[in-house]
Every structure is written in C-alpha cells, then in structure tokens.
Nanobody, 125 residues
Framework: QVQLVESGGGLVQAGGSLRLSCAAS????????MGWFRQAPGKEHEFVAA????????YYTDFVKGRFTISRDNAKNTMYLQMNSLKPEDTAVYYC??????????????????WGQGTQVTVSS
C-alpha cells in the first residue's frame, strides 16, 4: 500500500505558475512509476504527465508540453509538477497516482492505483 498526498494547488492568474507536490508514504516510493492526472468538472480524468521509477523518462500530454515539468526526488519520497504559463483551461482537480503495471511509466489510467485525494488548481482569466 502507498499513501499519496497532494499539495500546492490554489488560485492563480493566467500566465502564472504553481508547483504541485505529491508526498508518498508506505511501501517503497522508488519502486513505482508515477503520474499526474486531472479532472475538470463534468469531465473524465485525463492524463497530464508521468515519470519512470528512476526519473529518467518522462511523458507529457500534448497540451502541457513545454509548460509543465514532472520530476521526483526518491530520497524525499516526493514527486512534483511544475506548472508554468497556466491557462484557464488548466483548471481542474489534480491527482497523483502510482503506476502498478509499468515501471517505465504510461499514460493509461487503468495502469494506476494508489491515488491521492487531489488538489484544486484554479486559473483565472
């Protein structure tokens, strides 16, 4: 079992930045690839970014490439999502999750278990 807690969300103006954190406890954090997903009101969860267990490989969905950066610090059992140039359409609840099927990371929702409770990100225009 891995417990995940997100933090760092908030209200920001368009063009601003936020840094999300995902703190893990329980089983060995470094054993898992990790990912960020988001869910806007009335929409399904959508993939945002993923990182391999070592941090050596990262994946991004097209609409955040060049704006968001995923990283992890296995010594601190923490993953991060640096979000720059935020847009109103980035408004959503952001969730971190551990990938139970693919050590290299993936964008597939069903590969992930051990979800955090989410943190709200609101971008005003």
């Amino acid at each position: 079992q891995v417990q995940l807690v997100e933090s760092g969300g908030g209200l920001v103006q368009a063009g601003g930045s936020l840094r999300l954190s995902c703190a893990a406890s329980g089983r060995t954090f470094s054993a898992y690839a990790m990912g960020w997903f988001r869910q806007a009101p009335g929409k399904e969860h959508e993939f945002v970014a993923a990182i391999s267990w070592s941090g050596g490989t990262t994946y991004y969905t097209d609409f955040v490439k060049g704006r968001f950066t995923i990283s992890r610090d296995n010594a601190k059992n923490t993953m991060y999502l640096q979000m720059n140039s935020l847009k109103p359409e980035d408004t959503a609840v952001y969730y971190c999750a551990a990938n139970l099927r693919n050590f290299g990371g993936s964008s597939y929702y069903d590969d992930y278990g051990y979800w955090g409770q989410g943190t709200q990100v609101t971008v005003s225009s």
